[in-house]
């Protein structure tokens, strides 16, 4: 069972290919984009850009250092540089490097790490980033989006490139559930409200909001009222749509592919613990490198289902 | 305006490297900290490339497209950038007394975002060389001629990340790129042979693929040969390894002291009177 198929979500693109497909058409509108890769063009999907950009799409090889500093670079003279690789390699091997080459001088560089999470499955816990949103969100001045669909990816892409400054977009490897249409609005630091409830509210971000609305709809049925917020901007957060969630519903559960410390959970939680607190409780990774396995067993192994998010909303409703 | 129509000569950039040097001394002095003896060493090549017609550049006009950039890899050494930068009209040699100190954009290592003229944010070691070429591809594409020239110290080449950039540089051919290893020989703890000795860099660099020169980097005729030679050839990136003296310029006072290596500490008022005089 897929997250999202509870709620009758159909299963569209990976969120890496939206952002491939995205990033491919808006070279023909910016000609300031260029492309820096380490050499997994073909799994981060900057591929489609530079086979259709070719004078504009660098592969520095694998060696992530050089490549967020030549990104860096690029920044510095008016083009703006779409570094791309594994979130693990490009936010663990390169960290040195994005805060002293993209962050600290404000670069407009658009990082984008796919593969994150464990849903990337067989390749195992060397290659899954569940670190990352931590590692982006602790770097002054930087964008940090997590997106949960192709819809919303493609939206994601276009609003970062014309966003001025640093950005970090984590995306995914594998098929992932629907959540948004063609019409729905997508804006940076703006989180969409995916379902509405009173007692208490799920926030997730990634593939945890199919998981999240799998999870209202079956509360549904208990009848509990759960509201379901897509924050898919980490920082900055949506303050105001937290704080509505805090007077508005009694409870809160944080859903991330991430690990517990340093991600959505935290940051969530910084709020609430500062505008009116009320019980949280949080579905994650934990503490802890996955292993291999198929994505589904993967999640299902490590916590990340449906079932888990009504287990959380019951023990703090 | 661009530097070359002024380019001074051999005889006058050594009056000019006199007055590098004794920015660089004042104002490490007058800051109580810095690297002046990293900076002393670099100042020939600085001097050079800001004053002996090697770089395009408006200091009026600091974001001016088609200026060259220079890039200071090793950012401790700042000090000769402030002062070459200062000579040059960016600022006044009065504003970089205030090195070092709360609110002053002239900070310990070069930030781009507080002072304008400065190319790259520099200090954690290994990245200057990579921000070049993506400056140096940046420049490709903007088609405006810009060259761009880093500066890297020779202890910071034990930074995998340069040996990458070395080898990325001649993968796009960038005959628009110029390394300059300022070898003195000394980095932190002692000699740089001592802590991780690599060899010979020409050896090295030119099996990459790269144009290389060895030269004495503290002789200002030889920099700008080199700088010289440097400038013709187009069809890939180009390295000069300058074999340096830290603390170049004032050594019999450094030698007074018992420390060659003087790393990242300022002199004494007393030893930067000693010093001034010595280089008068």
């Known amino acids: 069972m897929y997250l999202g198929e509870i709620s009758g979500l159909k299963v569209g693109q990976a969120t890496r290919d939206a952002f491939g497909e995205a990033l491919k058409e808006l070279g023909d509108k910016y000609p300031e984009i260029v492309t820096v890769d380490g050499d997994v063009g073909n799994s981060t999907r900057t591929e489609v850009f530079a086979k259709a950009h070719p004078e504009r799409g660098f592969n520095v090889g694998i060696a992530e250092s050089n490549m967020v500093s030549v990104a860096g670079g690029l ?33 407009n560089v658009k990082m984008v790490g796919t593969h994150a999470g464990i849903s990337i499955g067989e390749d195992g816990p060397s290659q899954m980033g569940i670190e990352d949103v931590s590692l982006a969100c602790s770097l002054p001045g930087v964008v940090v989006m997590v997106t949960a669909d192709a819809v919303s990816t493609k939206k994601a892409t276009a609003a970062m490139i014309e966003y001025e400054g640093p950005v970090y977009l984590r995306l995914g490897r594998p098929n992932v559930a629907e959540i ?42 208990e009848g509990i009222s759960a ?29 991330e592919e991430h690990l517990a410390h340093g991600g959505l959970g935290s940051a969530v939680a910084m709020v609430v613990s500062q505008a009116t ?21 993967l999640l299902d192994k490590y916590g990340l289902t449906a079932a888990a998010i009504i287990e959380a909303v019951k023990k703090v409703k | 305006m661009a530097a070359q129509a002024n380019a001074l000569s051999i005889e006058e950039l050594k009056d000019k490297g006199k007055v590098l040097r004794r920015l660089i001394i004042r104002m490490t002095t007058e800051a109580g900290s810095g690297h002046p003896s990293s900076s002393l060493s670099a100042v020939e090549v600085v001097n050079a490339l800001w004053f002996g017609g090697f770089m395009k550049y408006d200091s009026q006009n600091p974001t001016w497209e088609a200026r060259d ?60 060389l990579s921000l070049g070429i993506g400056q140096a591809l940046g420049a490709r594409l903007n088609k405006n001629g810009s060259n761009v020239f880093v500066v890297i110290g020779d202890g910071e080449m034990g930074e995998g990340q340069v040996w990458e950039a070395l080898a990325t540089a001649e993968k796009y051919k ?95 008022p007393e030893l930067a009177e000693k010093a001034l005089a010595f280089i008068a």
């Open chain 1, 75 to 107: 920044a510095s003279t008016g083009h703006i540089p779409v570094v791309a690789s594994f979130a693990a390699f490009l936010l663990c091997n390169a960290y040195d490097q994005i805060r002293m080459s993209i962050a600290f001088p404000s670069m």
């Open chain 1, 180 to 221: 948004y249409s063609e019409d729905d609005t997508f804006e940076i630091g703006k989180a969409n409200t995916i379902r509405e409830g009173d007692d208490v509210t799920i926030i997730a971000n990634g593939l945890m909001v199919a998981g999240a609305v799998d999870a209202a709809t079956k509360l549904a049925e």
């Open chain 1, 227 to 255: 509201r379901v917020i897509d924050m898919h901007t980490v920082k900055p957060i949506d303050v105001d749509a937290i704080q509505k969630a805090t007077r508005e519903t009694s409870a809160i559960v944080v859903a």
């Open chain 1, 277 to 297: 607190p009320v019980p949280m409780a949080y579905v994650n990774v934990g503490d802890c490198f996955a292993e291999s396995g198929d994505p589904q067993g």
């Open chain 2, 69 to 128: 950039r220079f890039i200071l890899s090793k950012g401790h050494a700042v000090p000769v950038l402030y002062a070459a930068m200062a000579e040059a009209g960016y600022f006044s040699t009065d504003d970089v007394m205030t090195l070092r100190k709360l609110g002053s954009p002239f900070e310990g290592h070069p930030n781009m975002k507080r002072l304008p003229g400065i190319e790259a944010s520099t200090g954690s070691l290994g990245q200057g």
């Open chain 2, 174 to 268: 960038l005959g628009n790129l110029t390394a300059i290893i300022d070898q003195n020989t000394y980095q932190q703890t002692g000699a740089t042979k001592d802590v991780l000795d690599l060899g010979s860099f020409e050896e090295k660099i030119s099996a990459f693929g790269w144009h290389t020169q060895t030269i004495d980097g503290n002789c200002q005729k030889a920099v700008v040969e080199a700088l010289e030679v440097a400038s013709k050839v187009t069809d890939r990136p180009k390295a000069i390894i300058s074999k340096t003296k830290k603390g170049f310029g004032i050594l019999p006072v450094l030698e007074e002291t018992g420390d060659l290596n003087y790393h990242g500490k300022p002199l004494s």
